[in-house]
């Protein structure tokens, strides 16, 4: 008896749906391949291609090899402005995280009133263009016209100066936590929401108080969202760009050239027209924020499998 055909034409029918099903699917990413590869990809490339060149006024431009790095390496304004945006991350993202953290768990409990318009009052000045609140936030310590002098000369205490060279980090620390809160706080806010709310009750039943529940169940179950904060705060504080470049105008005194590797790399590049060293600088600022990025992941996985062999 033979076998129908009815099957093997399904099965072909089948096969050239999923063709083109795939090809549609091809179609609709390439855009952002294209995109992705235009501007960003090339750039790399053409970077790197210039981080191994110099130019010179006799014989112009010349392979130098891997000199620029060793050079950079050499830099002591270059290693001060790591230094500068290293002491940033330490004290400004944990601060940022940690307040962003308090503020998506008091929001999350439901003991806040008003928590639709708190959570968008926090997460406003996200909304605000980094140039606009660099700007604002300029105004406000300015120690001539600022409201805070001001108010300070008012009830007779001395004008503070937050743009002198022994503070104008920490004002940037203050202006980029302003910013950036209300992100990282929905972030934790929203996952917060996905946790199964029978945990919750489990918990009540066994007696535990607000604070015990988000220290031993709330805290644990969002660690993946807190991690993606961290890391993405990272990869900001090293690129530190708009504040210093701004506050120089006001402050040009606190704030050199060199203040932060990007900010460094910037003048490199477009005030002192050394593009090849500032193509280097930009390489070497990407390595350090992949290798610290790489650390802070790894610690955290093998802080998560010590936990597993003692639970």
């Given at each position: 008896?033979?076998?129908?055909?009815?099957?093997?034409?399904q099965?072909?029918?089948?096969?050239?749906?999923?063709?083109?099903?795939?090809?549609?699917?091809?179609?609709?990413?390439?855009?952002?391949?294209?995109?992705?590869?235009?501007?960003?990809?090339?750039?790399?490339?053409?970077?790197g291609?210039?981080?191994?060149?110099?130019?010179?006024?006799?014989?112009?431009?010349?392979?130098?090899?891997?000199?620029?790095?060793?050079?950079?390496?050499?830099?002591?304004?270059f290693?001060?402005?790591?230094?500068?945006?290293?002491?940033?991350?330490?004290?400004?993202?944990?601060?940022?995280?940690?307040?962003?953290?308090?503020?998506?768990?008091?929001?999350?409990?439901?003991?806040?009133?008003?928590?639709r318009?708190?959570?968008?009052?926090?997460?406003?000045?996200?909304?605000?263009?980094?140039?606009v609140?660099?700007?604002?936030?300029g105004y406000?310590?300015?120690?001539?016209?600022?409201?805070?002098?001001?108010?300070?000369?008012?009830?007779?205490?001395?004008?503070?100066?937050?743009?002198s060279?022994g503070?104008?980090?920490?004002?940037?620390m203050?202006i980029?936590?302003?910013?950036?809160?209300?992100?990282?706080?929905?972030?934790?806010?929203a996952?917060l929401?996905?946790?199964?709310?029978?945990?919750?009750?489990?918990?009540?039943?066994?007696?535990a108080?607000?604070?015990r529940?988000?220290?031993?169940?709330?805290?644990?179950?969002?660690?993946?969202?807190?991690?993606?904060?961290?890391?993405?705060?990272?990869?900001?504080?090293?690129?530190?760009?708009?504040?210093?470049?701004?506050?120089?105008?006001?402050?040009?005194?606190?704030?050199?050239?060199?203040?932060?590797?990007?900010?460094?790399?910037?003048?490199?590049a477009?005030?002192?027209?050394?593009?090849?060293?500032?193509?280097?600088?930009?390489?070497?600022?990407?390595?350090?924020?992949?290798?610290?990025?790489?650390?802070?992941?790894?610690?955290?996985?093998?802080?998560?499998r010590?936990?597993?062999?003692l639970?």
């Amino acid at each position: 008896m033979s076998q129908s055909p009815l099957p093997e034409a399904q099965r072909r029918r089948a096969g050239t749906i999923k063709r083109k099903q795939q090809r549609a699917a091809y179609l609709f990413i390439l855009p952002f391949f294209i995109v992705f590869t235009a501007m960003l990809v090339v750039p790399l490339i053409y970077s790197g291609y210039l981080s191994l060149f110099e130019s010179k006024l006799i014989g112009g431009e010349q392979f130098a090899g891997l000199a620029n790095y060793a050079r950079a390496l050499m830099d002591p304004d270059f290693l001060a402005s790591l230094g500068r945006v290293a002491l940033f991350l330490v004290v400004q993202v944990p601060i940022m995280l940690g307040l962003a953290l308090f503020f998506a768990l008091a929001l999350d409990s439901g003991r806040a009133r008003g928590s639709r318009s708190i959570r968008l009052l926090i997460f406003m000045p996200y909304a605000v263009p980094a140039v606009v609140a660099t700007l604002m936030w300029g105004y406000l310590y300015g120690p001539d016209f600022g409201p805070i002098a001001q108010v300070a000369r008012s009830v007779g205490l001395g004008t503070p100066d937050f743009l002198s060279p022994g503070s104008v980090l920490g004002s940037m620390m203050n202006i980029v936590t302003w910013e950036f809160i209300g992100y990282n706080m929905i972030i934790m806010y929203a996952a917060l929401r996905s946790i199964p709310a029978e945990l919750y009750e489990a918990a009540e039943i066994d007696g535990a108080g607000q604070f015990r529940v988000a220290w031993s169940i709330k805290i644990p179950a969002i660690r993946p969202a807190i991690m993606l904060t961290i890391i993405f705060s990272i990869i900001g504080s090293f690129q530190l760009f708009n504040e210093p470049s701004l506050l120089n105008t006001i402050a040009p005194d606190a704030i050199s050239n060199s203040f932060t590797p990007n900010y460094y790399a910037y003048n490199l590049a477009f005030i002192n027209q050394e593009l090849n060293y500032a193509a280097a600088i930009a390489f070497l600022l990407g390595i350090v924020i992949a290798v610290v990025s790489y650390v802070v992941q790894l610690s955290e996985q093998r802080r998560e499998r010590r936990e597993r062999r003692l639970s």
